[in-house]
């Protein structure tokens, strides 16, 4: 395959005090090739947000190298890099309340990255062309974010991040907070998008079913280890890792009878015996691209799982 | 159905807004019955949380109840006029899971200590240590582990979905009558989030509790109401059961709602999605709101607003298509396999 955009290898995050260490990033590598939508899909806390804020820089990172189009990005780098970054790299963030300045009008919150890029004019086309992109009214260019509804402050931070022309976007659960039919819009749009500018995305989520209509891969992440990555029909059809299967078994489907039936696998991380040095859990590719993660004898119930001998 | 705990009556609530003024509640009507789980879906803007924010006094202050009532327990909360009157529903009688829960902490104060304050204020009889135990056991129920440790944290230091968790938990505590939870679930992964739902499921069941829910995402919906009001531009414009919502839907915004799902969306293909934009609030709705969306719109509908239509003693729908004069319309070939049970993960 051609060279990844964003290659990510043996990164760790370590937050709090010297004396309580807390890893929020295990060693974690993946690449993602320029074009294509990567997704990351994990519980709460298990560290994509963490993940996300690394690449564009905002968390400093403990071990491990972030490599964007073949410049190292992490820890110190030149003024004009940094620039550099700054632009083409862009996040969406998660939390669309903390994330936009209050007293600011939309129109500033959205032309921000780029009032020095574009005269007045210019600007406010650029401004009402990103507005209407994804889906809101250019009169709401004069209003404040608390006029907004939930859903429409966080197509107003989408907005923010597209009309700065980045060829890479984070985008963490950037659809979490809008409706289904919302959500629609953002998905296709991100799609268009993706084919008309060759925009490469992480996609973060913990919605499986929006995985699967948007991602080429995924990988699936457990208390900032990643435990298994694979394209994403793989990973739908034959999940091997019992975190992913219990992540599938969970997914909410639009349907009452089944819901009410439905069974979920329960996830015990307690069933993995990783303690002694023999059984230490490595990262490998089973079968083309599908990794997973597992000591010895896992691995081996996961290849006899796919049909092969070991 | 038994008699109604909380029943709101043609509701008009405006906001004012620099000289205009925005429509944002039109007319709602809707019955909420005592231990029921009712689900309130619609499209962004549509006034779900403007909606539940009336009974509780909530909305912004440049938003004014124009007319109707809302009664609750013989009182009209429509009428409620000083915040002392508020203090007395707040929290107690009707509590609520906001949407957004990082404002709904105190970034200054630790977890903990929020919860206890919750606990403290609902439940004065608990000495200072059986205070501690219950805090660490509803964190322990919302599935945070290590709570002794967790309990000393800033908000800052929980992730968005342990912090969701947390705004649970300060809710369940006080033990109201009403919950509404506002997107409960969206900063959720789907394992926690089918935890979260099963806890509040369980405490509906368990104490009795009436549960109204907010949520976009119609699988969520599926999981835990018993019925669904379905909104559009400040209405609500389709309400029945469960079952009547999703395999029998009626009005063409519920088929657009349902269609756009991703789950029933085919890789590579685009997603089906509603056209145009939303309606403008600022501006008097004529007729159906939803009609210069609606490709299957009448004339009618431009016209004059459709009256609701029942369809069983539980189910009723806004929209012209139900007439007897109207011509017949089949719902787009995804909603027919949705009703035959057609659909799944893999398909
Ligand atoms: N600034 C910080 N200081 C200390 N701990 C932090 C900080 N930011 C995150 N953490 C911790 O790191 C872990 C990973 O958090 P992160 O926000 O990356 O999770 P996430 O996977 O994005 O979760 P969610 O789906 O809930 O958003 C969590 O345990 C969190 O408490
Ligand atoms: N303080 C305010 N001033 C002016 N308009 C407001 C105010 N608060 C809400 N609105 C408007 O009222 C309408 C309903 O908003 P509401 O927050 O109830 O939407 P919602 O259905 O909860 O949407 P979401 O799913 O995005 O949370 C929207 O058009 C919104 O812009
Ligand atoms: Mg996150
Ligand atoms: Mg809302």
Redesign the interface.
């Known amino acids: 395959m051609a060279e990844p955009l964003l290659s990510v290898k043996n990164l760790s995050v370590v ?1 709090g005090k010297r004396r309580h260490p807390f890893v929020a990033v295990n060693d974690v590598s993946f690449d993602i090739y320029r074009g294509e939508t990567f997704g990351l ?6 560290g994509k ?1 963490t993940i996300g804020r690394a690449i564009i820089r905002v968390v400093p990172t403990a071990a491990g190298e972030i490599i964007f189009d073949g410049k190292q990005i992490n820890n110190k780098i030149s003024k004009a890099l940094d620039k550099e970054v700054t632009h083409r790299i862009q996040m969406i963030f ?5 994330s936009l300045n209050e007293r600011a009008k939309v129109d500033y919150i959205v032309s921000e990255g780029v009032y020095h890029r574009y005269k007045k004019p210019e600007r406010e086309q650029k401004v009402e062309q990103a507005l209407r992109d994804v ?1 809101l ?1 250019p009169e709401f260019a004069s ?1 404040f974010p ?7 402050r966080q197509r107003i931070g989408i907005a923010r991040a597209l009309i700065m022309e980045p060829d890479f976007i984070v985008a963490d ?1 950037p659809i ?10 953002v ?2 749009l991100m ?1 268009e998008l993706q084919k008309q500018r060759g925009l490469t995305y992480l996609f973060i989520s ?5 995985m ?3 991602c080429d891969r995924i990988a699936v992440i457990h208390k900032g280890v990643i435990v298994e990555l694979s394209d ?1 029909e793989t990973l ?2 034959h999940p091997l890792h019992p975190y992913t299967r ?3 078994s ?11 039936e ?1 069974v ?1 696998e329960v ?1 015990d991380p307690g069933q993995h015996d990783y303690a002694s040095p023999e059984n230490k859990p490595r990262f490998v590719e089973i079968e083309p691209g599908h990794f997973i993660h597992g000591n010895t004898s896992e691995l081996k119930k996961y290849a006899k799982m796919l049909g092969k001998d070991a | 159905m038994n008699e109604p705990i909380l029943s709101v009556k043609d509701l008009n609530l405006k906001f004012s ?1 620099r000289g205009q003024t925005l429509h944002a509640l039109r007319d709602v009507c809707l019955d909420v019955y005592k231990g029921e789980s009712l689900a309130i ?6 006034g779900k ?1 403007v909606l539940t924010k009336c009974f509780l006094g909530l909305n ?1 202050a440049n938003g004014y109840i124009e007319s109707g009532s809302i009664l609750y327990e013989g009182m009209d909360l429509a009428a409620f006029k000083k915040e002392s009157e508020w203090l007395k529903i707040r929290g107690r009688e009707i509590a609520m899971v906001m ?5 709904s902490l105190n970034p200054l104060r630790t977890i903990g200590a929020q919860i206890l304050e919750s606990i403290n204020l609902h439940q004065k009889n608990l000495t200072p240590a059986q205070a501690k135990t219950k805090m660490l056991d509803m964190l322990d129920q919302v599935g945070i582990y290590d709570p002794e440790k967790r309990a000393k944290q800033y908000p800052h ?6 912090r ?2 947390v705004v649970i938990a300060i809710a369940l505590a006080c033990k109201p009558k009403i919950l509404i939870c506002d ?1 409960p679930t ?9 935890q979260i739902l099963k806890l509040i499921k369980t405490l509906v069941k368990e104490s009795g509790i009436t549960a109204i829910y907010i949520t ?8 835990v109401s018993t019925r669904i009001a379905v909104m559009y531009a400040g209405d609500i414009v389709e309400i029945g059961t ?2 009547e919502i ?2 029998d839907p009626r009005h063409p915004y519920t088929w ?3 269609s ?6 085919v ?1 590579g293909e ?5 056209a145009g ?2 309606a ?1 609030l600022f501006a008097r709705v004529e007729g159906d709101a939803f009609a210069p969306r609606n490709p299957y719109a009448l004339k009618m509908d431009y016209v004059k607003r459709p009256p609701y239509f029942e369809l069983s003693p539980t189910h009723k729908a806004r929209t012209w298509l139900l007439d007897a004069r109207a011509p017949k319309v089949e719902p787009p070939e995804i909603i027919r396999k ?1 009703s035959r ?1 057609e ?4 398909g």
Do not use: C, W
């Open positions: 937050f899909v994990g519980e709460s806390g298990s947000t998660q939390d669309p309340m903390a889906g009214l209003r608390h006029e907004f509804s939930g859903g429409q659960e979490s907070a809008l409706d289904v039919s919302i959500r629609a819009q998905l296709n799609s913990h919605d499986l079913s929006v699967r209509f948007i994403t739908f059809k219990a992540l599938l969970a997914v909410p489907m639009p349907d009452p009878i089944s819901e009410r439905k979920l996830y | 807004l879906v619609g499209e962004s803007g549509s949380s912004d949407q957004d829960p990082m404002t230091e929980f992730s968005g979905g342990m969701q968790r997107e969206t900063a959720l992964d789907v394992t926690i989030q089918a976009h995402d119609l699988g969520v919906v599926a999981n469960s079952e999703f395999y657009a709602l349902l756009s799902l991703p789950q029933l969306g890789k685009k997603l089906y999605s509603i934009t939303q403008n949705l049970r659909v799944d993960l893999n």
